[in-house]
């Protein structure tokens, strides 16, 4: 994981990107992406999820008895995977699986490689590695990061998180830094269960302190509880009874059931609604369902109807939910690869901007501020290269008030050391004991407020948004709606930044892609007919549903875009207003090349017509006509009408006859072809006007082609009379739609005082969407002055109280040594006044013996080292003066402090010390000679005594080699002699029972004897090797170990563990190995006597200067001060060892407490030089 994100993309790569999409075409919207998003969409997947669920915990100091507990509670068989992260140092080997699997029958396995994770089972991380979870493994990781060793919790959580989501449980036990508290806030976003160990049980409250302080844990109990809690939890998982994820559908009458459970929904929805005033109808309904499933497995609850009565009954339920809705978690930096290419862009945002242009950047759904701030750290980063840079102003968004002021705060925990690197954190933060503060002039950068997006006024003019996963919960229609605003927010040409899993939908062309792979889009001017112009005073908003069309179609309001960059248009229209859009573009560059066209309606009324149609119509004086076939030219009409009948009744394109028509100053031939528009218009045609220049020579053979038609005379006067007819009808007719039109004139003239009307309010709604932009701007700088205010005025008052408060003389000074402030107590030293504020303080009178005071001024000043002095004052009374620069917040030099501690009582204090030091050592010098002479007594006493303890010490030491020499005598005795005498015996008994004949009672006898003989035999022989066993002296320590721990774990039926590490069959001297077997022999007693144990360990172990002896068992423990401090013979065991070993000047340890069965230590010096010797 690249905690660093500073990689740089390519102008070539960014090109590559852009080019992939032409102007003005959004590549298609990933649905896959989408789909994927609804799933990761930190909520429950299907019932049918194939991996079993994961339980991290997560710990570090006093973290193993934690753990020990808890596994002691946790039946085996809970179909649960269980893995450990603990801070484990890499310079040891870990026994933390041994610890471990003490305390549970389940399989205890440290992480190697990658691991296939089983239920039931328990994975412990392995010291100086990461483990992160990934598709039903657990893989380890080399630890990257300086600070890795502290992340190591957060690490695995976050993974665990993205692989697991609602599966997934922390839990986070005893430890002393906040490692954990990033992670939970990973989980809870992914739906999963987060725990913390109660603080007042843990061994260090840190880690647990940390992590309910997010505010994200869902339990905070006793380490005994939890196991009981996590079966529960996922045993209500198949329990809780919800609606259908799916929209709901009509359902039977007598599916009451449905019925019921929908108006539970509903009432629970309402409920939450009434009690925050939060409304999550535009949230997707699969997500507030899992939501909702979650709040009710945590609670118990297995149906709606009991939760909406939970929420009645419990309040601070309501915000319990209200923050798993919200779920305000992010992270600085988070996906680094996508900030990496956000970072590359950056430069593009200061593009033209100099000293009093200002670079705007609204950051839509904050949650706790990382986002906006890692923001603002690149552009502080940009902007530190310019000479003269613009003004930075980030508005930071978010409906939770509590992540607001969090973000506010600037506070974040160590942890964040895993996502921002060192660089960064040196030079934007400062170190708090709470964690790091963001620095004043990053947080002055960004502007908080609690909004709404889909409610509240949004910003405008902006050079970027950012909206990183916000969309994915919301339904389709609401992720319309946010694109909407952020297109009508930015600047033309301005960025959009969404999370990893959002992409631009390909519906409305609103945006082009700058970086898919990285979700990075760019605003492209388009047509809106839907502005999200807010209602009332900034709090809600509606649509305004009346497009905004003209006579030209849909048009672009052209003052959102009050930095519009050259566009096509220019080409076009050079003189508009407006941009046009790529629809009229595409017209306009067809018409050029086309034929005059126009299109009518059934009633033959003109809707639309090219450029160059209109030099085919005529208009006379009077009213204007709609009318197609009033309008055209009288010699096309004929022909016109009969097309347009053909084409209506057939439906095809029907063509007319040539007909001549004088185009002044040029003859042509016009042929006439008129196309319905089919299904997609039924009720509309296209006519056409094909037109063909005629030349003069072509003249006469059109009109010898006219006369050759002709029949007869009587037909052309036939045809006259039909000409007149028709035009007196024609005269009718119009006659006729005149004083239709008459009629009709009141009601067009107020149409059309309608229509400005119409006009004039969309242009107020215009202007009135800016003026709400702006407001809410003004309004959130206004919260946050407000929110400065009140800072500054708290720090006032504690200041004022401070000053008036403390009993110490303090007076401020400026940069030239003049008075700014002072507290009470100076007053009596300078005789000051109020209005000896801004005047030299060495103007002033005092009554201070201190004739350096300028002096010291000066020098602190120019030097920044502190001056202090005593200094006297004419009654008698002592001063420390201490002077020291007086530095502003951005560690500037503003000054002097200097202070006037009262130190008479310490100088009356010191005086009388030194009296009483002088007759002290007077009283010294006199005692001395008298202990001189008691020291030579006391000398040779005490040598007289470690004399004697030594003597003693070298006669145990033979006494036990002695006792040694006689058990080996003795046993060799009993061994060869005795033994021979007994085996000559049996040997003899058994000859007399094969060769000689006697009575049944007599061999009765004789068998009783052999059975006794050899039951004296065994008893000798045990008796033998406990004296001292041949096999130490024959073979060596680990041979005889091994024949020992055999022969005692036939005997007691307890489980043995025997390893040696480093140490063969070499041999020791002789009391090193006499004094290792009796100590393991005592132990392997005492173990048998009092631990009721069913498991021991032993371990040899020879290291480069000494050989270690480990003894442990799961017995019941013991608590060492009662044993080993009491003055009953409990302890002699442990003490007979603890002196075999100072014999031989080893060192004896024990661990043990009750119920955490026991541990030897015993550590044995080895001799020097390349072997040792057994003698």
């Known amino acids: 994981m690249n905690d660093d994100p500073t ?80 801070h484990l140092s890499p310079d040891y080997e870990s026994r933390l699986a041994g610890l471990l699997q003490r305390a549970t029958s389940m399989p205890v396995v440290q992480v190697s490689g990658t691991q296939k994770v089983e239920p039931n089972s328990v994975y412990v991380i392995p010291p100086g590695k990461a483990l992160s979870a990934a598709d039903g493994h657990l893989r380890l990781s080399d630890l990257i990061h300086e600070q890795g060793k502290r992340v190591a919790v957060d690490l695995f959580f976050r993974t665990l998180a993205e692989t697991h989501g609602p599966h997934a449980s922390a839990i986070v036990l005893s430890g002393a830094d906040g490692d954990g508290a990033i992670g939970i806030k990973r989980i809870k976003e992914r739906g999963g269960l987060t725990v913390a160990q109660d603080p007042y049980e843990a061994e260090h409250q840190g880690m647990p302190r940390a992590a309910i302080d997010t505010g994200m844990v869902d339990w905070v109990l006793p380490v005994k509880d939890m196991p009981a809690r996590l079966i529960a939890y996922r045993r209500m998982e198949s329990e809780v009874r919800l609606p259908p994820e799916d929209a709901p559908k009509p359902v039977e009458a007598s599916n009451r059931n449905q019925e019921d459970k929908e108006a539970a929904l509903r009432d629970v929805l309402t409920f939450l609604r009434t009690r925050t005033g939060r409304d999550f109808s535009y949230y997707k309904r699969a997500t507030v369902l899992r939501r909702l499933g979650r709040r009710m497995q945590v609670n118990g609850v297995d149906d709606l109807a009991g939760y909406l009565a939970l929420l009645r009954a419990n309040p601070g339920e309501s915000g319990a939910l209200l923050q798993d809705l919200l779920i305000s978690v992010t992270n600085f930096f988070r996906d680094s690869d996508c900030f990496a290419s956000l970072e590359a862009l950056i430069p593009e945002l200061f593009k033209d901007k100099g000293h009093g242009d200002a670079v705007r950047i609204w950051v839509a759904a904050c949650a706790t501020g990382e986002e906006a701030y890692s923001i603002a750290m690149l552009l502080h980063e940009h902007a530190r290269k310019m000479d003269a840079p613009p003004l930075l102003q980030i508005f930071a968004t978010d409906l939770d008030g509590e992540a607001i002021n969090v973000a506010r705060s600037g506070i974040y925990p160590e942890t964040i050391a895993a996502d921002v690197s060192e660089e960064r954190l040196n030079r934007f933060f400062t170190k708090e004991h709470r964690g790091y503060r963001v620095r004043r002039e990053i947080r002055e950068t960004v502007l908080f407020a609690v909004h709404d997006l889909l409610k509240d006024s949004p910003f405008s003019r902006l050079d970027m948004v950012s909206c990183r996963n916000l969309l994915i919960y919301l339904t389709r229609e609401a992720q319309a709606r946010a694109l909407e605003i952020f297109h009508f927010s930015l600047l033309p040409g301005g960025r959009l930044f969404l999370g990893s899993s959002e992409s631009v939908d390909d519906s409305s062309p609103l945006f082009t892609v700058l970086d898919k792979k990285h979700r990075l889009f760019m605003h492209w001017p388009a047509p809106r007919t839907n502005l999200p112009v807010p209602f009332g005073s900034g709090t809600l908003a509606f649509n305004l549903e009346a497009p905004m069309v003209s006579k030209d179609g849909p048009v672009i309001a052209g003052k959102a875009f009050d930095q519009a960059r050259p566009s096509v248009r220019n080409l076009i229209e050079p003189s508009s207003a407006r941009p046009v859009s790529w629809g009229e573009l595409h017209f306009k560059l ?10 009518v309606n059934t009633e033959h009324d003109i809707v639309h017509l090219s450029e160059t149609a209109g030099r085919f119509l005529q208009y006379s004086g009077g009213e204007l006509t709609k009318n197609l076939l009033r309008a055209v030219h009288p010699a096309l009409r004929i022909e016109l009408r009969a097309a347009l009948y053909r084409a209506a009744q057939t439906g095809c394109v029907t063509e007319s006859g040539p007909v001549p028509l004088d185009m002044a100053p040029e003859q042509a031939q016009i042929t006439l072809r008129v196309a319905p528009a089919g299904d997609a218009a039924p009720d509309f045609f296209l006519v056409v006007f094909d037109s063909k220049p005629l030349s003069a020579s072509d003249l006469p053979q059109l009109a010898q082609a006219q006369d050759l038609s002709e029949p007869d005379p009587l037909a052309r006067q036939l045809d006259r009379e039909l000409e007149r007819l028709k035009l007196y009808l024609s005269d009718t007719v119009e006659q006729y739609e005149a004083s239709t039109e008459e009629l009709k004139s009141s009601n067009e003239e107020l149409q059309a005082m309608n229509e400005e009307l119409r006009s004039a309010t969309e242009e107020l709604e215009t202007s009135r969407e800016e003026l709400q932009s702006i407001n809410e701007e003004l309004s959130t700088v206004n919260l946050e002055l407000k929110s400065k205010v009140d800072e500054l005025g708290h720090a006032n008052s504690d200041l004022h109280n401070l000053m008036g408060a403390t009993a110490i003389a303090t007076i401020f000074l400026d940069r030239q040594l003049r008075i700014t402030r002072y507290t009470p107590p100076a007053v009596a030293l300078f005789n000051l006044i109020p209005s000896d504020i801004g005047w030299p303080l060495t103007d ?15 020098a602190v000043l120019e030097q920044l080292v502190p001056v202090e002095r005593e200094v006297r004052q004419s009654d008698g009374t002592y001063f420390l003066a201490r002077l020291l620069p007086y530095r502003t917040i951005e560690d500037h030099i503003a000054g002097v402090v200097l202070t006037f501690v009262d130190i008479t009582d310490r100088k009356r204090n010191e005086e009388a010390l030194r009296l009483a030091r002088d007759e002290l050592e007077d009283r010294v010098r006199s005692r001395t000679a008298d202990l001189a002479h008691a020291n030579v007594s006391l000398r040779t006493e005490v040598q007289e005594r470690i004399t004697a303890e030594q003597r003693v010490r070298d006669l145990l ?122 100590v393991v022999q005592e132990a392997l007693t005492n173990i048998h006597k009092h631990a009721g144990a069913t498991r021991v360990g032993l371990i040899i172990e020879r290291r480069a200067h000494d050989l270690r002896i480990i003894v442990e068992d799961n017995g019941k423990g013991f608590e060492r001060s009662s044993v080993l401090e009491g003055e009953h013979r409990r302890g002699m065991g442990l003490r007979s060892m603890t002196e075999r070993a100072l014999l031989v000047a080893g060192q004896i340890e024990i661990e043990s407490g009750p119920g955490q069965g026991t541990t030897v230590y015993l550590t044995l010096p080895m001799p020097a030089g390349p072997g040792s010797h057994h003698g």
């Open 7 to 86: 990689g740089h993309l390519s102008e070539g790569a960014i090109s590559d990107s852009v080019d992939s999409a032409r102007p003005g075409e959004l590549l298609p919207a990933d649905h896959a992406e989408q789909d994927l998003a609804d799933t990761l969409d930190n909520v429950v997947p299907t019932r049918g999820f194939r991996l079993p669920p994961i339980v991290g915990l997560g710990g570090s100091a006093g973290g193993i008895a934690a753990l020990q507990t808890f596994f002691q509670a946790m039946p085996p068989d809970s179909g649960m995977v269980f893995v450990v992260i603990l």
């Open 590 to 599: 067809i018409e050029q090349l086309a034929p005059p066209s126009l299109i």
């Open 957 to 1078: 030491g033979r006494l036990v080699g002695a006792q040694e020499a006689e058990r080996r005598r003795i046993s060799r005795e009993l061994h060869d002699t005795l033994g021979q005498h007994m085996a000559l015996l049996g040997i003899g008994l058994k000859t007399i029972m094969d060769h000689t004949e006697c009575s049944p009672d007599v061999r009765e006898q004789l068998h009783r004897s052999q059975s006794a003989l050899l039951r004296l035999e065994d008893a000798l022989d045990r008796l033998s090797h406990e004296l001292r066993p041949t096999s130490l002296d024959d073979l060596g320590l680990q041979d005889a170990l091994w024949q020992h721990l055999e022969s005692w774990a036939a005997d007691t039926s307890i489980k043995v563990d025997f390893q040696t590490r480093a140490f063969g069959r070499e041999r020791l001297p002789e009391a090193l190995e006499t004094t290792a077997y009796r």
């Open 844 to 858: 002033l009178t005092t009554q201070l013996d201190y004739a350096q005071l300028g002096a010291d001024e000066s």
